[in-house]
């Protein structure tokens, strides 16, 4: 490692890894020969605890498998001659077959500064919204969601308030696993609070079943139902808070005549449909009935769903009805996977985003931020979000693609599709910093990027706090900043003067203006406000603490909870009740393919294990992916623990030692999404889920798909 032996100070930054966003305080050991991870006490979101893989973080940090150099056609390169190739081969595709031939898939592992530079290349001055990011696999049901009810996407919550409710609801989370330090946090109020309950709605036993005083294990895809039968319930019982219903929400009448009509009030047809004991879902409805301080914490069992955004707009249907927003231990809280998936939505990463929060069905906002960008060529519409995109790959349309710090070829659904598509491409441009991935295996031109503590700039955690990640070892070899890749190949393109910046802060003090550049009432309100940073100096950049947007001169130090007032962002500031209607899982078990796949993370392994897996002692928690199989699943099979199992579904098959898992409901299996085929010849899942997305965020049902299995 090249480090800075003379700095023996611990180096304050963030952790890579999940969306609770923890402080790492880099401490040097031997003179800066090496660095341990300890936890950053100062930090909101984890007061100095860290989980073990944050932990372990200064284990990771040795060279092996890096990519050092940039490399065409697998042919070392100068960085002159890669930045000159990258921008030939965009402005040939371009004049030959137009903007939308381009596209951009980046990556929540990417700074805010790296994503807004991005973002204004692609949309401003290449003149498409071919810009999508794998935060579009992770929480995009939950943006959309938020969007309907509030007018924006803005989590209403802090870290806080799941200390100080007296109900937590944990719907699709396995927060034990996913979101470790909060799930201590969870833990460490519990025990304070001997009185707090705990529900844990999850088709499977997870670690998070041991904080919880009741587990749903609902069937899949019935979380809606279950929620629409929660609101018939509170309405019946009385429960509603009709004083913020008439003041500050609308849509109550039509959100609840369609719960009453799907959900029904006879409690014995409800939790038979949702699969539960009618027992256990009333204790539940009672409890949340008579515990105004409630949070409802979801993650990817909601947002990964063809009806995702439904899902999500059940839930926060519920806290409307009963006033539990703004307050203190209250509020609907989806929480991301990634450490920026919230930066760069910030930005506009995603393909149906513009900039800043403001979006392209707003035609004043399209022309403000082109003005702001001096942008010559302009995206009007949105672009193609992640599946649309690699389809569109696959069709020869788009030809040529530019992938950031991310591996489709493992996470994408129907990943075999997804390689396919990028074998035949015209172009292919991926940025990481290893050599050797699936997607870089597709690649004409690698360039080598800095990674995690190499790198400096901004991330925004699961609870809005902006922290900042700092350099602690210099970048090896010819790797570079993201940004400075991308600005290098703007600037070869042509456009030097917009892409000029020479340090992150120069690109985060634009990203603040562009906040709120003539906030000037055309939007009522802008959601995503940092105009109390305009005079924000770079030793302060430097030094910038942890703090939640928005900030402004209402709120000059960030604001924790939002919404307190019962202002949304909507036109007429009122909060949307929104009509569900339950829908199924797209895929339905058949005698073909008898079982439901459900997938996720393991505790001590991260995405594609680029990291993780250099570490052994991550490694000692699970080696290999595993398939969970209920024990009477297994014996029917003729499996036991340990033996080969064969998982196919109508895309592939790939080979897995069986888990035997009593926690599981019959005829429903569960694997890792970490194994590559670098690392485990036989483990790519994600190359037997399809591709059906919720049609309105475009969220992958990654948590169900139908397969078969058998003996090896
Ligand atoms: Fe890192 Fe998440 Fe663990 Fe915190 S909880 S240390 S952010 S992996």
Same mark, same amino acid.
């Given at each position: 490692?090249?480090?800075?032996?003379?700095?023996?100070?611990?180096?304050? %930054?963030?952790?890579?890894?999940?969306?609770?966003?923890?402080? $790492?305080?880099?401490?040097?050991?031997?003179?800066?020969?090496?660095?341990?991870?300890?936890?950053?006490?100062?930090?909101?979101?984890?007061?100095?605890?860290?989980?073990?893989?944050?932990?372990?973080?200064?284990?990771?940090?040795?060279?092996?498998?890096?990519?050092?150099?940039?490399?065409?056609?697998?042919?070392?390169?100068?960085?002159?001659?890669?930045?000159?190739? =990258?921008?030939?081969?965009?402005?040939?595709?371009?004049?030959?077959?137009?903007?939308?031939?381009?596209?951009?898939?980046?990556?929540?592992?990417?700074?805010?500064?790296?994503?807004?530079?991005?973002?204004?290349?692609?949309?401003?001055?290449?003149?498409?919204?071919?810009?999508?990011?794998?935060?579009?696999?992770?929480?995009?049901?939950?943006?959309?969601?938020?969007?309907?009810?509030?007018?924006?996407?803005?989590?209403?919550?802090?870290?806080?308030?799941?200390?100080?409710?007296?109900?937590?609801?944990?719907?699709?989370?396995?927060?034990?696993?996913?979101?470790?330090?909060?799930?201590?946090?969870?833990?460490?109020?519990?025990?304070?609070?001997?009185?707090?309950?705990?529900?844990?709605?999850?088709?499977?036993?997870?670690?998070?079943?041991?904080?919880?005083?009741?587990?749903?294990?609902?069937?899949?895809?019935?979380?809606?139902?279950?929620?629409?039968?929660?609101?018939?319930?509170?309405?019946?019982?009385?429960?509603?808070?009709?004083?913020?219903?008439?003041?500050?929400?609308?849509?109550?009448?039509?959100?609840?005549?369609?719960?009453?009509?799907?959900?029904?009030?006879?409690?014995?047809?409800?939790?038979?449909?949702?699969?539960?004991?009618?027992?256990?879902?009333?204790?539940?409805?009672?409890?949340?009935?008579?515990?105004?301080?409630?949070?409802?914490?979801?993650?990817?069992?909601?947002?990964?769903?063809?009806?995702?955004?439904?899902?999500?707009?059940?839930?926060?249907?519920?806290?409307?009805?009963?006033?539990?927003?703004?307050?203190?231990?209250?509020?609907?809280?989806?929480?991301?996977?990634?450490?920026?998936?919230?930066?760069?939505?910030?930005?506009?990463?995603?393909?149906?985003?513009?900039?800043?929060?403001?979006?392209?069905?707003?035609?004043? #906002?399209?022309?403000?931020?082109? /003005?702001?960008?001096?942008?010559?060529?302009?995206?009007?519409?949105?672009?193609?979000?992640?599946?649309?995109?690699?389809?569109?790959?696959?069709?020869?349309?788009?030809?040529?693609?530019?992938?950031?710090?991310?591996?489709?070829?493992?996470?994408?659904?129907?990943?075999?599709? $997804?390689?396919?598509?990028?074998?035949?491409?015209?172009?292919?441009?991926?940025?990481?910093?290893?050599?050797? %991935?699936?997607?870089?295996?597709?690649?004409?031109?690698?360039?080598?990027?800095?990674?995690?503590?190499?790198?400096?700039? %901004? =991330?925004?955690?699961?609870?809005?706090?902006?922290?900042?990640?700092?350099?602690?070892?210099?970048?090896?070899?010819?790797?570079?900043?993201?940004?400075?890749?991308?600005?290098?190949?703007?600037?070869?393109?042509?456009?030097?003067?917009?892409?000029?910046?020479?340090?992150?802060?120069?690109?985060?003090?634009?990203?603040? #203006?562009?906040?709120?550049?003539?906030?000037?009432?055309?939007?009522?309100?802008?959601?995503?406000?940092?105009?109390?940073?305009?005079?924000?100096?770079?030793?302060?950049?430097?030094?910038?603490?942890?703090?939640?947007?928005?900030?402004?001169?209402?709120?000059?130090?960030?604001?924790?909870?939002?919404?307190?007032?019962?202002?949304?962002?909507?036109?007429?500031?009122?909060?949307?009740?929104?009509?569900?209607?339950?829908?199924?899982?797209?895929?339905?078990?058949?005698?073909?393919?008898?079982?439901?796949?459900? %997938?996720?993370?393991?505790?001590?392994?991260?995405?594609?294990?680029? /990291?993780?897996?250099?570490?052994?002692?991550?490694?000692?928690? /699970?080696?290999?992916?595993?398939?969970?199989?209920?024990?009477?699943? #297994?014996?029917?099979?003729?499996?036991?623990?340990?033996?080969? #199992?064969?998982?196919?579904? /109508?895309?592939?098959?790939?080979?897995?030692?069986?888990?035997?898992?009593?926690?599981?409901?019959?005829?429903?299996?569960?694997?890792?999404?970490?194994?590559?085929?670098?690392?485990?010849?036989?483990?790519?899942?994600?190359?037997?889920?399809?591709?059906?997305?919720?049609?309105?965020?475009?969220?992958?049902?990654?948590?169900?798909?139908?397969?078969?299995?058998?003996?090896?």
């Amino acid at each position: 490692i090249a480090s800075r032996p003379n700095e023996l100070a611990p180096v304050k %930054t963030t952790c890579p890894y999940c969306g609770v966003g923890c402080g $790492v305080a880099m401490q040097p050991k031997s003179g800066g020969e090496s660095w341990q991870a300890l936890g950053d006490a100062s930090h909101p979101a984890n007061f100095g605890k860290l989980c073990v893989k944050g932990s372990a973080l200064g284990e990771t940090l040795d060279l092996t498998g890096r990519l050092l150099e940039p490399k065409i056609n697998g042919q070392a390169v100068s960085v002159e001659q890669a930045c000159q190739a =990258v921008a030939e081969g965009l402005s040939r595709v371009i004049e030959q077959h137009g903007p939308d031939a381009v596209a951009f898939y980046v990556s929540g592992q990417l700074l805010t500064e790296d994503y807004y530079v991005a973002n204004k290349l692609i949309k401003g001055f290449i003149g498409t919204a071919n810009i999508d990011t794998n935060s579009r696999l992770c929480m995009a049901s939950a943006v959309v969601g938020y969007k309907r009810a509030f007018g924006a996407d803005a989590v209403p919550c802090s870290y806080e308030d799941l200390e100080q409710a007296d109900l937590l609801v944990l719907v699709g989370s396995n927060a034990a696993w996913a979101h470790p330090i909060l799930y201590q946090r969870m833990a460490q109020a519990k025990r304070e609070q001997p009185d707090k309950k705990v529900v844990v709605i999850d088709p499977r036993r997870t670690a998070s079943c041991d904080l919880a005083d009741l587990h749903l294990a609902i069937k899949p895809g019935t979380d809606a139902l279950l929620f629409n039968g929660l609101l018939a319930y509170l309405a019946k019982h009385n429960h509603l808070d009709a004083e913020f219903i008439i003041e500050h929400t609308e849509g109550l009448v039509l959100a609840l005549d369609q719960a009453e009509q799907t959900a029904g009030h006879d409690l014995t047809q409800l939790a038979q449909s949702c699969g539960v004991d009618e027992a256990d879902l009333t204790q539940f409805f009672d409890w949340f009935a008579n515990r105004p301080r409630t949070v409802s914490f979801y993650s990817q069992g909601v947002n990964q769903s063809t009806s995702g955004v439904d899902k999500s707009n059940a839930i926060i249907n519920v806290h409307l009805a009963t006033g539990r927003i703004g307050k203190l231990g209250a509020g609907p809280f989806s929480i991301t996977g990634q450490p920026n998936a919230m930066g760069g939505r910030e930005v506009g990463g995603l393909a149906n985003q513009l900039a800043a929060h403001m979006d392209f069905h707003q035609p004043e #906002a399209i022309e403000r931020v082109a /003005r702001f960008w001096r942008a010559p060529k302009m995206a009007q519409q949105n672009g193609l979000k992640a599946v649309e995109m690699f389809e569109a790959v696959h069709r020869g349309e788009i030809k040529a693609i530019w992938i950031m710090h991310t591996n489709p070829v493992v996470s994408m659904p129907d990943a075999d599709f $997804v390689r396919e598509a990028l074998q035949a491409c015209e172009l292919v441009i991926v940025s990481d910093n290893m050599a050797d %991935t699936d997607t870089t295996r597709c690649a004409n031109i690698l360039l080598p990027a800095a990674s995690w503590g190499e790198k400096d700039g %901004t =991330v925004t955690n699961s609870d809005r706090h902006i922290s900042r990640q700092r350099a602690f070892c210099k970048a090896p070899g010819l790797a570079q900043a993201d940004w400075w890749w991308i600005c290098q190949v703007a600037q070869e393109m042509g456009f030097a003067e917009a892409f000029n910046y020479q340090t992150p802060y120069q690109i985060f003090m634009e990203h603040v #203006a562009l906040s709120a550049f003539e906030n000037d009432g055309v939007i009522s309100r802008r959601d995503f406000d940092l105009s109390g940073l305009f005079s924000l100096s770079e030793q302060a950049y430097q030094q910038f603490a942890p703090t939640p947007w928005p900030v402004n001169a209402q709120h000059p130090h960030g604001q924790a909870r939002l919404f307190a007032d019962g202002q949304f962002f909507t036109a007429n500031r009122r909060a949307k009740l929104i009509p569900i209607t339950p829908q199924s899982p797209k895929e339905k078990p058949s005698p073909d393919y008898p079982f439901v796949l459900n %997938t996720g993370r393991y505790r001590d392994q991260w995405h594609s294990m680029t /990291r993780t897996a250099k570490t052994p002692r991550l490694l000692q928690h /699970r080696d290999e992916p595993r398939l969970s199989l209920h024990p009477d699943d #297994a014996k029917s099979l003729g499996l036991a623990q340990g033996d080969l #199992a064969k998982v196919s579904s /109508r895309l592939g098959q790939v080979m897995m030692p069986v888990e035997l898992d009593a926690g599981l409901v019959k005829g429903q299996v569960f694997a890792p999404i970490h194994w590559t085929g670098v690392y485990a010849k036989h483990g790519r899942i994600d190359s037997l889920i399809p591709s059906h997305t919720d049609p309105l965020s475009g969220q992958p049902e990654s948590k169900h798909a139908v397969v078969n299995i058998q003996v090896w």
